[in-house]
């Protein structure tokens, strides 16, 4: 069984209902031996911003979840439909630590990436060193949706053999599929990484390994 850079358990930041599956799903499917708490922190997007704002979005994530079979997740759900219901940092950083890090023994926070136009990521992403600025956790960054081209990965995990599935996966994000990060040659797109191509390795998951705790 396969283990992430030997991790045991991590945990995952999702800004938004689908941030963690776009990102990292492939990979996930591929380390069954490692546990993943995924935390969807919000139902959707900014307040008043995003029409697809609703309940059915965290079923999405449930949904996505279930038709996977995967047996090494857990969701959890913050008590915020969005990210302006908590007092900024110390409001998230005070309600992580005492409802999911003091519950859990993780060895890892997987987040969004710092370089990314979409300012939520951005705020998740910051919220990475204050957690673990008393804790002996790794801080590792996943490719999202809206990385910028100036974010640098310095992982990459293979997830040929685990991509369809993946897609399948997203599919069940029903309210989503309009968008157009969503369509599959875009999908694909996301998946490929020019210098690994030309090693035979097409699709992929990107990761920037920002603390390692041994």
């Known amino acids: 069984m396969s283990r992430l850079l030997n991790f045991n358990r991590v945990l995952c930041l999702s800004p938004h209902p689908d941030d963690v599956e776009l990102g990292m799903m492939g990979t996930i499917f591929k380390h069954p031996s490692t546990f993943f708490d995924i935390l969807c922190m919000t139902k959707g997007g900014a307040k008043g911003f995003d029409p697809t704002n609703s309940l059915n979005r965290i079923n999405e994530v449930n949904n996505a979840w279930e038709v996977s079979k995967c047996s090494n997740i857990n969701i959890l759900h913050s008590d915020c439909n969005y990210f302006e219901d908590k007092e900024g940092t110390a409001g998230w950083v005070n309600w992580i630590e005492n409802n999911i890090l003091s519950k859990g023994n993780y060895d890892c926070i997987f987040l969004p990436t710092t370089d990314d136009s979409m300012y939520e990521h951005k705020f998740v992403q910051s919220l990475g060193y204050p957690l673990t600025r008393v804790n002996a956790i790794s801080l590792i960054e996943y490719k999202t949706i809206s990385s910028l081209n100036t974010w640098s990965p310095n992982m990459f995990i ?37 210098q690994h191509s030309k090693k035979g390795i097409e699709l992929l998951e990107s990761f920037k390994i920002l603390e390692l705790i041994p």
């Open 158 to 194: 293979n997830i040929g053999n685990e991509y369809n599935r993946k897609i399948q996966c997203l599919k069940e994000f029903t309210s989503q599929q309009q968008k157009p990060y969503f369509r599959e040659d875009v999908l694909k797109t996301f998946h490929l990484n020019f």
